[in-house]
């Protein structure tokens, strides 16, 4: 049994790490059906969940995955952050775009993978950058010609992407067949252009020469779209129009102005039926005409700027938000007209204002529903199945991204699902929205280490890192059930040292030895290594190793050259480091023993792609130049035949190593990259060991036993479970009915597993996992049963029966039975880290969010007369 075990904890809350705000946020869109017909519009099935782009205040783009499996709609996590893109420092995100590589190659109804986009930025600046999304680095930058780019926007075809420039021109630049170059720039304008929205398309229209053509020119000009014209937000109190034929203005649309100051239009968006909706800085959100440039109806929505606004999939919703933090629902409904004749009666749409909540505390900046809404004709609009609610993401100042399902009251003629699983209602009005944690490091890791044996505590920020001294508590104890809260220890932490460091990009990877020696600190193209000289008043003094990039140059070669890492750890006696390039994928273990650090061996196994030949699956069957092993993964498979080695190499595998741990014997090393594939490595031999089964998730947590080296955990990001010996090569038997039986209650936490920790080695099998909210106390080699999980029991119900507990028996030979087992804790929020760094004695990291939005300007407040 699990006996209530008294832990000292330290409740660290002095780490200054503050998160960057949420300034973008964009979905991929979806292919434009065939014009005439040869593809249905109407998607007959739920779409796949599609990657989220996040830009944040610092540069920094994440990438997040949907953690919902393909047979389910719902998932409880949502979305986390499969890949980090380090922006370059110092730098913003503003505006982000997703563009289809291959429009035509992509089904109308099918939802768009990370290899069929292209995703652009823009920071403020006069350069607009495209992002090489597997290598996580830019890949090329194009000039606006125009001054500072307010905003991007790509065509419905996804041929050409727009941009408004500081010099009120709107330029259009082609990203047809993967290329980027201007093609034209259209009249200007004496004002900015601070939104930009694409008007419906219309087929293409055949040879006005009415000559016949090819038969396979027609059949490409079947699947073609016509753009017809253009409508942008301007900083001259005006929405105007542009034809994109001609580049000139067509219509300019006046707004109200305010003691004679100029109203800016921050945001703006098209139906359709050519209806314009645009957001200003009074608050008012206005519908136009665009055909006769007249105002249908206006709201004073808002009480301050309309900073942006989103379309649902259908075209019958508008999400407005902005500084006042409110995000309103505008819907619409049909009313019908009649005249003195029957025959003059006509249905028209009408607006209304419907519902309004604050889901954030500061200013929202970036709003986006999944399934994206496209503009297209009446008679091509595409509709959607109504038993699945779409979900709206929205963020800001704030750091969070706050997720909601956003369907409509007139859907609730079939039962609709909540994707989010956050209730049984998925009406926007009625159901309750997920706010998903920020975490401080790349790919939902953490970016705070800790040295045991020194009692160090690193935590990296963007350009710098910061250790603190955690002295050892003597009288202040903690219950395991969280029942009370220690007092606070007068002087329980020191500060050591702070860096501050000249680097490329934000930082992306750290480390520190056990020993608290040596700190590794890396952005995404250089690693800097430092040795901690001890002064004799206990302060640390940093020396860092000067050659370590001309040491690591030989081993890393890549274009372009990088010797940055994506991850690093250090063994447990502090003698080796070992490390992740950040762009190559290579594992590289240096030896730190020596008076100048050394390489010691590359392994590629991240770099290579499966091979299936026949009944057998190879991977990386022929390696490249350099130190590398490579492993079968069919053991039983005899000599190859004489036709494999007539195949090609592969070509390399892009992937980032997100995640690594080593063993506490210093044995085993375990690596994990962002194409769920776990490699196990010896360091002793330092040789290649095996490779575990690709999960469907990625991992979040990774870490060995201390009680028993050879036994791996993984945590993965829809909180499931694994364990896995590495010496046997195989999953143990005494922990798969724990895997295969894990409580609801715990898969279905909103936070994902983020990190797992391992008590002194006397506690065999009792791990802590942790998330943003949680901490739970599980025993791996527990049986399946009744836990603290199930329901409680009615009274007058029968008491459940006790379990099994395969291998354990009483002092009289009869077999012991487990009644409690994942014991939760919630009341630490939010957590950074968590770890153990002495027998019974918990670190535990939080940075509450009061105290991050306590160094955040004032939220926008306005009293109302007579309001309690």
Known sequence: ?????????????????????????AFPPLSLPSPKGKKAAV??????????????????????????SENELQAPQAWVVKKTIAGPCPSRVDSLAFVLRNPYEVSPDETPVLSDLRLFSAGGGSELAEWDVDCACIKKTIPSQGGSIWCISPNPASTILAIGCEDGAIRLLSVEHGTLQHVRRLDRAKSRILSIAWGPPIPRQSSSTGQPRDTDEDDDDDDDWNDTWIAAGCSDSSVRRWDVATGRVCERMGTDKMRGERTLVWSIGVFGDGTIVSGDSLGMVKFWDSRTGTQLQSFQAHGADVLCLTINPEGTAVY?????????EFHSIKTTSTEQSSILSRSSTRWIQSVARRL??????????????????????????????????????????????????????TKVVNPLDTSQVATFEDSYQRRLAYSSGPYNSSAVHLARQARLLLCQRDTGASIWRIRPKQTLSYGDDGAEEPPHAEGGWEPVIDLDLMVDTNIVASAISDDGE????????????????????????????????????PHVPSTPASTGASCFVFTPDSRKLVMASAISSYILIIDLASEKPRVLRR??????????????????????????DVEMQDQNAEDADESDEDIDPPKPVIATVTRMAVSPDGQWLAT?????????????????????????????ALAFDRASPSTLVLGLANNTIHVYDVESRTFPAWARALTAALPRRFTHLHDPVLGVA???????????????????????????????????????????????????????????????????????????????????ELVIVERPLVDVLAKLPPAFFKPKYGAT
């Open 1 to 25: 049994m699990v006996e209530a075990k008294t832990l000292s904890v330290h409740r660290c809350r002095f780490v200054d790490f503050t998160p960057a705000g949420v300034t973008a946020l």
């Open 43 to 68: 998607v007959r099935h739920a779409l796949k969940f599609a990657n989220l782009a996040v830009g944040r205040a610092n540069g920094n783009i994440e990438i997040c995955e949907w953690t919902g």
């Open 320 to 328: 407005t938000s902005g500084v006042d933090q409110k995000v309103v």
């Open 360 to 413: 954030h505390s500061h200013d929202v900046r970036a709003l986006a529903i999944w399934p994206p809404y496209s503009p297209l004709p009446p008679s091509h609009r595409r509709r959607f199945p109504l038993d699945v609610a779409p979900v709206i993401a929205s963020g800001g100042l704030d750091m969070s991204v706050v997720v909601a399902p956003a369907a409509l009251p007139t859907s609730t003629i």
């Open 518 to 553: 040596w700190v590794a600190i890396s952005d995404w193209y250089e690693s800097k290594l430092f040795r901690m000289e001890k002064l004799p008043n206990g302060q640390l003094k940093p020396k860092r190793i000067r050659d370590l990039a001309s040491i690591l140059r």
């Open 603 to 628: 392994f590629e196994h991240h770099r290579m792609q499966n091979i299936v030949l026949g009944e057998r699956v190879i991977k990386g069957r022929q390696r490249s130049h350099g130190a590398g």
């Open 672 to 700: 994990s990259d962002d194409h769920r594939r776990t490699h196990v490595f010896n360091l002793d031999s330092v040789q290649y060991h095996c490779v575990l089964p690709s999960f469907p998730q990625l991992t979040h």
């Open 758 to 840: 391992f008590d002194a080695p006397a506690q065999r099998g009792s791990a802590l996992f942790w998330g943003a909210t949680w901490l739970c106390r599980v025993q791996l080699d527990a049986g399946v049963g009744f836990g603290n999980f199930d329901r409680k029991r009615r009274w007058g119900a029968a008491k459940p029966a006790p379990r099994y507990v395969a291998g354990q028996q009483d002092a009289d030979g009869m077999p012991t039975f487990q009644q409690d087992n994942f014991k939760l804790v919630t009341h630490y929020r939010p957590i950074l880290f968590a770890d153990f760094i002495g027998p019974a």
